[in-house]
């Protein structure tokens, strides 16, 4: 590999010079002394064969590297707040006033230098550097931000400006969650097996949708009916009360009566803040049913097949008024599901999902499905058959035998489809077999037609006296 670069000064110590690279990368630095100038680098590949033929011959589009000593100071505050301006800010979401913005101009020695306006802001996310608004320009050295649906969302943000120059400055705004306005309550399931449990997720949430990070809210939940909540070491109590930092939690529900019916809620007294009642309900039977479509043709490495899940009741109806959200699970070798979970909505799947079948046949395989509070599962056993027959091997048991006419190499011929699965399913195939004319004082068959039993055939090739 040959880097050339123009536009250089005697201040920079690289040269054009070839550099290998190693895995497919190659790597150089290089330096200045130079306050400012532009290093605009270029790669050129060339390999060649053994015979000294050119069989590569790439260049690279051209790359600026820019030298700067100078740098855009950027401080920020609060419009309207009482701190002074600082290197970053933190605000609370949803702040009406926005962030004012100051620029200045500085040189290695912190002077203040005039500005190359206009100044252009690039807004990215700080964690993922995921570019959040395009490209704007600010024509002075103090700029007020107020995009309120980027102020609204917690998270850090870095605040990028460029002048004329490519001279770069930076600062970050960390957005924090606002107080907490609304407490959201998903049950896992609202209907579960008596002395099962279900499992409720409890998100603190602000008036933007942001979870409540960051301070400790105690949480006290209830729930009615007999139910209660379970903790490790305890009996189920219908009262709880946790410490949350992260703005989430779970916890698991249970109750032994099989005709109840529970309602469920959640508080913050500090917050003043309550989620709404949600009922659940402890039934005595219950089950999951999978339907796989043309369930007995599922062939490897052929089409998709339609799956639907219901919940059932006793009488295998569906039933009614159920909704959770089902875990799906499938042998990765054997096929994939388009999705790993699947809503339940009125005791019925309300999404499609697909099984596409994987390269390897295998028989009674399971569609692992989890759904808390139930744990029968019907119909979830399928088998994945091989492709049609591509090849077939021999295989001896003995490589040599003695020549006596009644000792006999046990031989097994196989068939396989195109992914090297037995045919086991392919019922029909016969093998034709002799041995050539100048080998029959050696060797004999005891016939010379074979049929195929679940892809598999055994006979004997039997000795004679001569070696």
């Given at each position: 590999m040959t880097a050339n670069i123009t536009n250089i000064t005697p201040y920079i110590n690289f040269k054009p010079m070839e550099v290998r690279a190693q895995n497919g990368l190659a790597n150089y630095s290089f330096s200045t002394k130079n306050d400012d100038i532009d290093a605009v680098f270029d790669v050129h590949i060339t390999t060649k064969d053994h015979y000294g033929k050119v069989i590569v011959d790439k260049k690279s589009a051209p790359v600026t590297i820019s030298v700067r000593s100078e740098r855009v100071s950027v401080q920020s505050k609060t419009k309207n707040g009482e701190l002074p301006f600082a290197s970053n800010s933190v605000i609370e979401a949803g702040n009406p006033n926005g962030i004012l913005f100051n620029l200045k101009k500085l040189n290695k020695d912190q002077i203040v230098l005039s500005e190359n306006l206009p100044y252009t802001l690039r807004i990215y996310d700080d964690i993922d550097n995921t570019l959040l608004r395009d490209p704007i320009n600010i024509g002075k050295n103090e700029y007020l931000f107020r995009d309120t649906s980027l102020l609204s969302k917690a998270g850090t943000y870095r605040f990028e400006f460029i002048d004329q120059k490519g001279v770069k400055g930076f600062t970050t705004i960390t957005v924090l969650p606002a107080l907490p306005t609304k407490i959201e309550v998903t049950p896992s399931s609202n209907i579960f097996i008596a002395g099962e449990k279900t499992t409720v997720l409890v998100r603190i949430l602000d008036a933007f949708g942001n979870l409540a990070q960051g301070e400790v809210y105690k949480l006290g939940g209830s729930v009615s009916g007999g139910a209660g909540f379970m903790e490790e070491g305890k009996a189920p109590?219908?009262?709880?009360?946790?410490?949350?930092?992260?703005?989430?939690?779970?916890?698991?529900?249970?109750?032994?009566?099989?005709n109840g019916s529970m309602d469920l809620s959640f508080r913050i007294d500090s917050a003043n803040v309550a989620s709404d009642p949600v009922v659940l309900r402890s039934i005595d039977f219950a089950k999951v049913s999978i339907e796989v479509a043309d369930k007995e043709h599922i062939v490897a490495g052929k089409g998709k097949h339609a799956v639907h899940v219901k919940v059932l009741?006793?009488?295998?109806?569906?039933?009614?008024?159920?909704?959770?959200?089902?875990?799906?699970?499938?042998?990765?070798?054997?096929?994939?599901?388009?999705?790993?979970?699947?809503?339940?909505?009125?005791?019925?799947?309300?999404?499609?999902?697909?099984?596409?079948?994987?390269?390897?046949?295998?028989?009674?395989?399971?569609?692992?499905?989890?759904?808390?509070?139930?744990?029968?599962?019907?119909?979830?056993?399928?088998?994945?058959?091989p492709d049609v027959p591509m090849s077939f091997a021999f295989a001896k048991k003995e490589d040599r035998i003695e020549a006596k006419e009644s000792n006999l190499d046990n031989t097994r011929a196989t068939l396989y489809d195109r992914y090297g699965n037995i045919a086991y399913n392919a019922p029909g195939y016969r093998l034709s077999l002799n041995i050539p004319e100048e080998s029959k004082k050696y060797a004999t068959l005891s016939g010379t037609g074979y049929s195929f039993v679940d892809g598999i055939l055994d006979f004997d090739i039997g000795a004679t006296d001569l070696p």
């Open positions: 109590s219908s009262t709880i009360s946790k410490n949350v930092i992260q703005g989430y939690t779970s916890f698991d529900i249970t109750n032994a009566n099989p009741d006793k009488s295998n109806q569906v039933l009614d008024g159920y909704n959770g959200i089902l875990s799906l699970d499938f042998p990765k070798l054997s096929g994939t599901l388009s999705t790993p979970f699947v809503h339940i909505t009125n005791g019925v799947s309300d999404s499609d999902i697909d099984l596409t079948p994987g390269y390897v046949a295998e028989k009674n395989l399971r569609i692992q499905a989890q759904i808390p509070g139930i744990d029968m599962v019907e119909g979830n056993i399928i088998t994945v058959l």
